[in-house]
Every structure is written in C-alpha cells, then in structure tokens.
C-alpha cells in the first residue's frame, strides 16, 4: 500500500506538468461551454461516490476515479485521473490509510479552488489486525510494527460520520446550498441508522460470534457489533498468508467451530477456496465495497444494498 519509491515521486513530476496543461484546457473548455457553475465533485472510490452523490443530490455532479472493479489499495492515479482532481470544485476521499497517493497529489491542488475533503477526518482509526510474519516485515521495512486500518466505511455508524463530514465541507463551499446539503444527508443518514438498526437486532442474542474473512476489512464493523474477526491475510487483500499462519488458521476454525470462510469477488480467493476445502466448511461471499462492478451499479447495487447482503451472509456464521 505504500507509494514511497523514487520512480513514483518522478511519475508524480512528470504527471504533475501534464495534469496543469490539461486543468488549463478543460477550465477555458468549460469557460466556452457556460458550464463553470454546476459543483463537480471527485471522489476516489465507490463508497465515498455514494455517500457523496447521496449528499449532493441534483445540486451537482459526482464522478468515481478509481474505476469500478479496480482495487483502491494498489490504484495509482494517471495524469488524466489528476487532472480530474485538479478541475473539481470538491476532491473526497476516506483517508491517507487507504489512498495513499493523495498527500503527494495534493502538493500540486489549489486547495482555494478544490475543497479537499477527508471523509474520515473525524474517526480515530485504529491498528489493523496484522499478523506475525507481517508485523516483522514492516518493521524491517518501515520502522513500524502496525498499520492502521482504513475500512472505517464498513460500520454504518461511522459511515454516518463520513456522510457527516462530507455534508459540512459541502456547506462551507456553497453556504447557499445549505438547507439541500442537510436535507439530503439528514434522508441518507436515516437508512443508515435503519441498517445500523438491523445489524444490532440480528447478532444481539448470537452465541458464535466469530467470522473468518479473506483480508482484515471488517474490524469496525466486527467492533461496533460485539464480533471477532479472524482473516486470512492483513489490511490489503492481496498479502500472502505463510504456511504457518494457514495451519494456525485450521486450527482455529476447528476449535471454534467456524462454518463460513468469506471471501471476495474483488480479489483473488485462491487461499480461501483451499483453507475452505481442507476444512470442509463452506464459502460465502463477504462485500468490503471496495469496488462495485459496472454490472452491480447497473443492477442497481449500492453500499446500502451491498451491506444488507453482508448482513445476510454473517448470519450463516454468526448465530
């Protein structure tokens, strides 16, 4: 997840000079045009476009970068995606945990013209469940023995906190839409409140309160609800359990007599399907909304619809 080598700052200079040419196009195209009032917001991934457009409503227009079906821990943005961020008149992203880029993409921003917004600027984020090996290898690396998580847009609670977030740098910029601004977060912020609501209900009374996942994604939420997340791999989904830790794993989900093993579409699920096989339990589909396809935004998928089925599919394991 770290973007640190000397080839990406170079990228970043070189983009940079081409991203400033390309910003000037696009503002005297817009001049042209007569469309330089509509408030065009940026957002990196799918979760934060949906809380966005849900805030933002028909008041303007709200773009994904990161390309449906794209991982957001491994996207480095292109001198076209920069551009993009350059033009907004409001740049949202959920935090430096997860979008990493973004503080070296920022240095070359007008923060005058972009309102930069953290989503997670409010959340106090917490370490992620890394494991053994992992923890030696960023300290042999970085001189840190933890990461923190970002996946905070997993709690529906704290996801009200992001919407939050984005609704007061929305009122800040354009005071004059104030009264929409609320009026659509406070709307959004209810069936979130609904599905923190239906969260609570199903696992109050739970007895196994414990779930294996393919990465560590889902540690909020297992906190906001009293559960136990075990996974197979750390923060991002694309870490390498050693043999060590699948054995450890065997051993855990036969003591605790774990049914499900959950993994993602989004991701390679090699080592879930195998651990799933030498354990014979079963496989079930667990959404961190990192992505959504093109196919489920047609469908009609959104965060909403995606944590439902989440809830569904912790109900196998969590009963």
């Known amino acids: 997840m770290r973007k640190n080598s000397w080839k990406y700052s170079v990228g970043l200079l070189l983009i940079a000079v081409i991203f400033t040419l390309a910003a000037c196009g696009q503002t005297k195209e817009q001049e042209e045009s007569g469309k330089s009032d509509t408030i065009k917001v940026v957002t990196t991934f799918y979760p934060m476009y949906d809380f966005a457009k849900n805030v933002v409503g028909d008041a303007g227009d709200v773009q994904l970068l990161i390309p449906a079906g794209t991982e957001p821990h491994d996207y480095e943005p292109s001198a076209k995606d920069i551009a993009k961020i350059t033009d907004a008149d409001v740049f949202v992203y959920n935090s430096h945990e997860l979008e990493t880029w973004v503080k070296d993409v920022l240095e070359n921003v007008d923060g005058k013209k972009v309102a930069v917004v953290e989503a997670a600027s409010s959340i106090d984020l ?98 906001q609800y009293g559960l136990t997340q075990e996974s197979i791999a750390g923060i991002s989904p694309d870490q390498e359990p050693s043999p060590s830790r699948l054995a450890e794993l065997k051993k855990y989900i036969k003591e605790h007599n774990v049914s499900v093993i959950y993994f993602e579409t989004s991701a390679s699920s090699k080592v879930a399907e195998t651990l799933a096989r030498e354990t014979d339990v079963e496989l079930a589909v667990l959404n961190p909304l990192e992505s959504l396809t093109k196919k489920e935004q047609e469908q009609g998928e959104d965060y909403i619809s995606v944590m439902k089925a989440n809830l569904e599919a912790l109900k196998k394991s969590i009963k």
């Open 126 to 223: 917490m370490e992620g469940a890394a494991h053994e090996e992992e923890h030696e290898d960023e300290a042999d690396h970085s001189g840190h023995d933890h990461e923190l998580d970002p996946h905070v847009w997993l709690d529906p609670v704290l996801a009200q906190k992001e919407v939050e977030t984005i609704r007061d740098a929305l009122v800040k910029k354009y005071p004059d839409k104030k009264a929409t601004f609320e009026k659509n977060a406070t709307a959004y912020s209810e069936k979130l409140k609904a599905l923190d609501s239906e969260y609570k209900e199903a696992f109050a009374n739970a007895n196994n309160k414990t779930f294996v996942t393919q990465h560590a994604a889902f540690g909020y939420l297992a906190k």
